[in-house]
């Protein structure tokens, strides 16, 4: 039976939780009943949410909306499948689907997909597998797996790539036609393929997380569910790779820097910079266990960026305070990292730590160096960043021009009231514009 729900806004409030919690499950579970076919899956996934979206506020919130989401799907994967002009190819994969959804019912041990839950964590592996794999161009497995697995929408990942809407839509059709069309298996690779196939993964599970870490949009900064999935996604990676460093490096990261998550906001969600946190309210425990996995990945002697990095997040969670921060050794890390995985947005996490190690100008003129790079000049950070090192240095009016320009680009409410306070507290208020 459907549960009423008062009122609209509370309709679609129950619509985004169901997309939160069931998008990736739902998605990697139909991608198998379909025989592999990501694209179809996700179509048919789409089309299931856009048709609670029209019918919820009418007929209320299913008591399930998982299982209500899950029968939608199918029924429009089926509709889909009977259309298909290689139909003979696909049958055995329609006769599955119109078998589920005569006997969806029938098995009270299922979740709400109809399926083992010991499987779920499978089907998902899968998905992420097929998604990562190396006949798809690695920004391709990149933004398909971001989209599928992390059920970001295509303006979430365009952000991730630093490119506009248009262009990821079309990426993202090219990439699911390839998968379709060089019959890319829907499996865990087998384990001699595993070590090969690792680099495309971790690079994925991390973007998950960034996006979780500073949500695009929304009213808040944190998406603490994509946050917990690639943590969780990155554990299951570990247990069939146990002795892989860079898959401890990535664990140990996201958990050194989830365990500031606490402390990342005030009452009102605004969000509170790292300076300014309060420490006691870190998860020691997830320090403590980010930590051993850092070691334990340094203990395999097989240096990488994301160990570096992990390296960084420790050097925070250590520090007693702000002031205590061992700024010239994170500088020295970004230099490494820089070595290793050159990009410009390393190069202005390395001009911040420059800036607080050795001054604000020093930060500077690194950060002039990044000025031709037309990837960064919608990239919010570098206009934020920016903005505080000017203001460090004493020039208020050019802080106040890179100010609002930094809020032109942020599109979190939660994290443009952080920076208009910011930019106030320090005396620069943001020119009109």
Not at 70 to 89: C, N, P, S
Not at 344 to 354: F, Y
Request: some cysteine; hydrophobic content about 45%; glycine content about 8%.
């Amino acid at each position: 039976m459907a549960r009423r729900v008062g009122g609209t806004d509370a309709t679609h409030l129950a619509i985004e939780q169901a997309y939160r919690e069931e998008w990736t499950s739902l998605l990697a579970t139909l991608a198998g009943q379909v025989g592999g076919d990501v694209g179809l899956a996700e179509e048919a996934v789409a089309d299931a949410f856009a048709a609670a979206t029209a019918e919820w506020p009418e007929t209320g919130v299913p008591a399930r909306p998982g299982g209500w989401l899950t029968t939608v799907a199918r029924r429009r994967a089926i509709d889909a499948l009977r259309r298909d002009r290689t139909r003979a190819a696909k049958q055995p994969a329609l006769e599955h689907l119109e078998a589920l959804v005569r006997d969806e019912n029938d098995n009270p041990t299922a979740d709400e997909h109809g399926h083992d839950r010991s499987g779920v964590a499978d089907d998902q592996l899968r998905l992420l597998f097929t998604c990562c794999h190396p006949a798809l161009a690695l920004e391709a497995r990149v933004a398909l797996t971001l989209r599928a697995v992390g059920g970001l929408e295509v303006s979430e990942v365009a952000r991730a790539f630093l490119t506009s809407e248009a262009t990821m839509y079309q990426r993202l059709v090219r990439a699911k036609r390839k998968v379709k069309a060089a019959g890319i298996p829907y499996r865990v690779p087998p384990d001699d393929e595993l070590p090969q196939r690792l680099g495309g993964v971790l690079h994925v599970l991390h973007l998950i997380y960034t996006e979780g870490h500073v949500a695009t949009a929304g009213d808040a900064l944190v998406r603490t569910d994509l946050c917990e999935d690639a943590i969780r996604l990155t554990r299951l990676v570990l247990e069939l790779l146990p002795t892989a460093a860079e898959a401890h490096g990535l664990l140990a990261l996201l958990l050194l820097t989830d365990a500031r998550r606490p402390a990342r906001t005030d009452a009102d969600g605004t969000p509170v910079s790292l300076e300014d946190q309060d420490r006691g309210r870190w998860d020691r425990d997830a320090i403590a266990e980010g930590t051993a996995v850092l070691d334990h990945a340094l203990g395999l002697r097989e240096p990488g960026p994301f160990q570096v990095q992990a390296a960084v997040a420790a050097l925070h969670a250590e520090a007693p305070s702000w002031d205590a921060t061992d700024w010239t050794q994170i500088a020295a890390l970004y230099g490494a990292l820089e070595r290793l995985a050159p990009s410009p947005v390393v190069t202005l996490n390395r001009a911040a730590a420059l800036a607080f190690a050795d001054g604000p100008h020093v930060g500077l003129t690194l950060l002039a160096t990044l000025d031709g790079d037309d990837r960064l000049e919608r990239y919010q950070p570098l206009h934020a960043t920016r903005a505080e090192l000017l203001a460090r240095a004493g020039d208020l009016t050019a802080a106040a021009t890179a100010y609002r320009r930094a809020l032109d680009l942020t599109h979190n409410p939660a994290e443009h009231r952080a920076l208009k306070a910011r930019a106030a507290r320090i005396g620069c208020a943001p020119p009109a514009g």
